[in-house]
């Protein structure tokens, strides 16, 4: 199996950035990753994902202020977010699938961290 572990969340005022790091505990060649959040009393939701080709994917709450990448080197994939707004206060959870590509939803993730929380202040 796969392990993943978040880190790198935090309180920040709005219009502040935070790099979000997921530890990978094997390769993963071949998978999608992805970036997903929920809020108190709301659905959890797809942030950003990046599949077996490199492609992207961002809601679009949050294109433009958030980019995500993979380092397969050290085995961490990053989200950072850039200008944040007090709606993007959640926790935060990196998740993974064995698959070149899939959608953006969370039935479609095998693996999931603990979740990392970012509180951002208006």
């Known amino acids: 199996q796969v392990q993943l572990v978040e880190s790198g969340g935090g309180s920040v005022q709005a219009g502040g950035s935070l790099r979000l790091s997921c530890a990978i505990s094997?390769?993963?060649?071949?998978?999608?990753m992805g970036w997903f959040r929920q809020a108190p009393g709301k659905e959890r939701e797809g942030v950003a994902a990046?599949?077996?080709?490199?492609?992207?994917t961002y809601a679009d709450s949050v294109k433009g202020r958030c980019t995500i990448s993979k380092d397969n080197g050290k085995r961490t994939l990053y989200l950072q977010m850039d200008s944040l707004k007090a709606e993007d206060t959640a926790m935060y959870y990196c998740a993974a699938a064995p698959k070149l590509r899939v959608a953006l939803m969370s039935r479609n993730y095998n693996y999931w961290g603990q979740g990392t929380q970012v509180t951002v202040s208006s």
């Open positions: 990046i599949d077996g080709y490199g492609s992207t």
């Open positions: 094997r390769v993963t060649y071949g998978y999608s």
